[in-house]
């Protein structure tokens, strides 16, 4: 706490965030890879060389210096996650002396010293008590006055907080704002997608390609150790070639199969996009926490009956979660979609991480790894493949 401001610096075991009013916004933000490596490295209160070779570290021996008039063994460290550092340990005590860092501040890369000047007794453990900071910038200290070993500790402390919505907004401004956030000026030259990646499906990693047209069309395509699972949408009908299901040919699918296929298409054009042609009516239905955001819940009715439940983030107004009842792995089933890392491909907002739960359980997950747009489709690409006509038997009539 900075004369009424509030600095925050965390790591939540992945991923590290950030909050500094000093340095022109106070709204928590994901740091990059470099400020992420020294944050996993401060978070280990064991230090890293205890243990360093369980934790995946890497230690050399440099030599012998005098650190501030005191004998000290050189150390070159470098962490699991590839920060390399150099650390002093005190040659009577065995106690870090000094360590000299890299890091990112204010975008800039620096040096940064720390010398930890006291040390006190923690349930069995020695713990700075006082610390020494020098950077460019200047230097100062960090003097620890308490520690609470054993804590109660929220959950969610360590992780970005969550976004926030906003309840005076209107479904009108929601849906305006969504439509902005998930296509930008340009976006609608894009008529074709084919995208790459990996689909998880009963503990594999299966490779994947998946291509769209507007408006709905979507096929996808899995390599299962040389069997082909394909799942397609032509707009009407859905069908699959799934032999793990004893279908090594094309087949149809029920009519209520083809809303878990094409909500792959819808994902990726935008759930909302076609609202008007597909006859949709929308409800605000409040406010509601998906994961950490905050979310605006609406409920949609298609002009088929067709019920889905659509969770906005309440910051950044993009698909968060979408509910429906589809056919899944051939059963009638409550499915939950998770979409998440939304990137920017051809002006258009597009996750690259969707997680499908069945009943709050794990079924599927699709990870996109790379995205190409406006590619050549062949005619008749998504339809079901026509069945190849029975040849009469000899002498039968005509």
């Known amino acids: 706490d900075f004369q009424g401001m509030q600095m925050v610096e965390a790591y939540d075991g992945k991923a590290s965030w950030a909050s500094n009013p000093m340095m022109g916004s106070g709204k928590p933000e994901k740091q990059g890879a470099e400020e992420t490596k020294t944050a996993a490295m401060r978070a280990d209160f064991d230090g890293t060389l205890v243990d360093w070779r369980r934790k995946g570290a890497k230690v050399e ?28 340990i005190d040659a009577a005590t065995y106690l870090e002396r000094k360590t000299l860092m890299p890091a990112m501040i204010q975008g800039q890369p620096m ?34 006055q308490d520690y609470q070993v054993g804590a109660a500790l929220d959950e969610d402390l360590f992780f970005l907080p969550g976004q926030k919505a906003n309840a005076a907004l209107t479904l009108a401004e929601i849906l305006d704002r969504h439509v902005k956030a998930r296509a930008k000026p340009g976006a609608e030259s894009v008529q074709t997608l084919q995208a790459s990646g990996k689909l998880g499906l009963m503990g594999l990693q299966l490779p994947l390609e998946m291509t769209f047209a507007r408006p709905r069309l979507a096929r996808l395509d899995a390599d299962m150790a040389g069997s ?38 819808d994902f990726l054009w935008g759930l909302l996009a076609e ?10 239905s409040g406010i509601e926490k998906v994961e950490r955001d905050e979310t605006y819940k609406l409920a949609l009715k298609r002009s088929d009956g067709q019920k889905r439940e659509v969770y906005l983030g309440g910051e950044d107004f993009l698909e968060r979660k ?77």
């Open 228 to 265: 082909k699972l394909t799942l397609a949408f032509d707009g009407t009908t859905a069908w699959t070639v799934s032999p793990m299901q004893g279908m090594p040919e094309p087949e149809a699918m029920p009519p209520e199969a083809a809303e878990a296929i094409a909500l792959f298409s």
């Open 322 to 398: 979408v509910h429906l009842e589809a056919v899944f792995m051939g059963t009638l089933q409550q499915l939950d979609a998770l979409l998440t890392d939304y990137r920017l491909v051809g002006g258009l907002a597009l996750p690259h991480s969707i997680q499908i739960l069945s009943g709050g359980n794990p079924a599927a997950s699709v990870t996109v790894e790379g995205v190409e747009t406006n590619v050549a489709i062949a005619d008749g690409f998504f339809s079901l493949p026509a069945k190849p006509a029975t040849s009469a038997p000899p002498g039968s009539a005509p």
């Open 61 to 88: 021996l440099a030599g012998k210096e005098a650190v501030d008039g005191v004998d000290a063994y050189k150390l070159i460290v470098t962490t699991k996650e590839g920060l390399e550092y150099t650390s002093w």
């Open 275 to 284: 609202r008007e042609a597909q006859g949709l009516e929308i409800e605000l």
């Open 111 to 144: 040096q940064i010293a720390s010398s930890v000047t006291e040390w006190t007794d923690v349930a069995g453990t020695k713990q700075p008590a006082k610390e020494t900071l020098v950077t460019d910038m200047g230097s100062f200290d960090i003097v620890y």
